[in-house]
């Protein structure tokens, strides 16, 4: 497996694991867990069903597997410019979620969201797997999936009545 270089020289102390776990926050807690929250939102909105709202979700469950099977196939691609491209692509396809939009075109959002969570994420575990990255580094880099969990959702429920307004009425 490629290491991924998530910064330029090396730093000291725990700097590295909490930047592997500000990662892993973006990947999972938006990338992947953001929807889960949204979802009611969009439906109570009519702005979807909970079919459509199933759909979409399936596309990022296929996404994440397509980017991790694809860091399999493809090692070297998990360098630190696709790591960075994977973050820009995220937060884009994260974006583009709240324009309406055909049911298709949503599902390929969150599709393409899979894959750059997917990405972010071995970059994230290899640095946590990486010999010498500290004993504390494995559940500081870990601990970033439940804090952007927890941050979406606590995210979602504090803005829920604007977001339905606005977003999705």
Known sequence: MTTVVLAG????GLA?????????AAAMGVGRFVYT??????????????????????????????????????????????FLASAGILIASEALMAAPGP????ALLRLVAGVASAVIFVACASFASRPGSGR????????GIGFGIAWTGLLVLACGRWCRGRLYG
């Open 9 to 12: 020289p090396p730093r000291r």
């Open 16 to 24: 590295p694991a909490v930047a592997a776990a500000s990662g892993l």
């Open 37 to 82: 929250p949204l979802l009611p939102l969009m439906v109570d909105a009519q702005r979807i069903t909970a079919h459509d709202g199933a759909l979409i979700a399936t596309a990022n469950y296929a996404g994440y597997l397509l980017g991790a099977l694809l860091l399999t196939w493809r090692p070297e691609l998990g360098r630190r410019t696709i």
């Open 103 to 106: 049911i298709l075109l949503l």
């Open 136 to 143: 504390q580094s494995a559940g500081i880099v870990f601990g």
